[in-house]
């Protein structure tokens, strides 16, 4: 189940999710209802959409003035190692990360967190739940590798 996206911010902002489901995607939305570029750092060459189910949404970030980018050549497929990558890329475009919620050591979000602490990104997590699906923002905020943010608007205005 979803929950509300976060509201707009009053700056511009560029939301720059993996073009996952769940919460990427609805970021990617969120921002272009609200007229905000995006960008989507895919995993694969730039004529595949991933997950492949997203084709009508990647298509749509270019009119709200985003972009997509990819270190790899077209044809290419997404796999553990092209996603491990991608998010290394996003760890270094960003001027922060904000983690929504991440199962530790077992997914993309959480290799892109600690990406972006290695390299001094800021990397704003929500306060700690018993949900296993938190247990990586968890450790991130005990480890003080993260920085502990109540609410989207707090998060926003630290950016």
């Known amino acids: 189940m979803r929950g ?4 707009p911010s009053p700056r511009p ?36 959409a991933h997950p492949h189910d997203h084709a009508q949404l990647l298509s749509s970030i ?11 050549r077209p044809g290419t497929e997404a796999s553990g190692a092209t996603l491990r990558a991608s998010a290394i890329l996003l760890a270094a475009l960003v001027r922060a990360v ?3 919620e991440a199962l530790d050591h077992a997914e993309a979000a959480m290799h892109t967190a600690v ?8 990397l704003l997590a929500p306060p700690a739940t018993e949900d ?17 943010y109540p609410d989207p608007a707090r998060a926003l205005a630290r950016l």
């Not at 970021?27 to 895919?42: I, Y």
């Not at 270019?62 to 790899?72: E, I």
């Not at 990406?115 to 800021?122: F, I, Y």
């Open 13 to 48: 902002v560029t939301r720059s999710p993996r073009r996952a489901y769940g919460v990427d995607a609805a970021a990617h939305r969120a921002a272009a209802q609200a007229g905000r570029a995006t960008l989507a750092v895919l995993p694969c060459g730039l004529d595949r």
């Open 98 to 100: 904000i983690l929504i």
């Open 4 to 7: 509300p996206s976060p509201p």
């Open 62 to 72: 270019p009119a709200t003035g985003g972009a997509a980018v990819s270190l790899y």
């Open 132 to 148: 296993i699906r938190a247990d990586g923002s968890a450790r991130l905020l005990a480890e003080q590798r993260a920085v502990l």
């Open 115 to 122: 990406v972006a602490a290695d390299l001094n990104r800021p």
